[in-house]
């Protein structure tokens, strides 16, 4: 049998990156063909970071500090 899953048609980064985990985890084997993004899809990508940025949505360095120091104490605990 033939697993064939068009990894461009999932936009969500996290759901691709689980997706591929599961499937390690469960031992399938697969074959992956990206096409490269375009110019196009490039700059929109750019755009919407930018979006992003000036909306304040994003996390600075000091809160990711924060965010790993709360999974270091959960994990050591």
Do not use: C, H
Not at 14 to 34: D, H, N, P, Q, V
Not at 63 to 77: C, M, N, P, Q, T
């Amino acid at each position: 049998m033939e697993l064939i899953i068009d990894f461009d048609n999932i936009k969500d980064p996290g759901k691709k990156e689980w997706l591929l985990s599961t499937l390690k985890l469960m031992g399938i084997g697969y074959e992956a063909l990206e096409k490269p993004q375009t110019l196009e899809q490039y700059n929109e990508d750019l755009l919407a970071g930018d979006a992003e940025i000036e909306r304040g949505d994003f996390k600075t360095a000091e809160d990711l500090k924060i965010e790993a120091r709360k999974w270091a104490y959960s994990v050591g605990s």
